[in-house]
Nanobody, 121 residues
């Protein structure tokens, strides 16, 4: 019904940059907040960044000043620009969106399948 497709993950050196993209498609009436979460092996899932449909942003403490979240509403897409990457940023990154489908009376959380980011020299 609703799909979130992530792209942009890969291998990057410490200090490098990477941009992740997530495009939503399907039976979408309206998209509210969108965001990124990550999970490293042996670690709990943590907030990376969120952005509301009014463009209010929230960042996890570990990425403040280095990552920037943005969205293109015409493309139903959210981006995560990652700068000054550290080995500690290595994780699977998951896209999230609050979406109200056609025929629904409330919005629901949808998740992408994840994209791997590896920061290593």
């Amino acid at each position: 019904q609703v799909q979130l497709v992530e792209s942009g993950g890969g291998l990057v050196q410490p200090g490098g940059s990477l941009r992740l993209s997530c495009a939503a498609s399907g039976n979408i009436f309206r998209i509210f907040a969108m965001g990124w979460y990550r999970q490293a092996p042996g670690k709990q899932r943590e907030l990376v960044a969120t952005i509301t449909n009014g463009s209010s942003r929230n960042y996890g403490d570990s990425v403040k000043g280095r990552f920037t979240i943005s969205r293109d509403n015409a493309k139903n897409t959210v981006y995560l620009h990652m700068n000054s990457l550290k080995p500690e940023d290595t994780a699977a990154y998951y896209c999230n969106a609050e979406i109200r489908p056609y025929g629904a009376t409330y919005e629901y959380d949808f998740w992408g399948q994840g994209t791997q980011v590896t920061v290593s020299s």
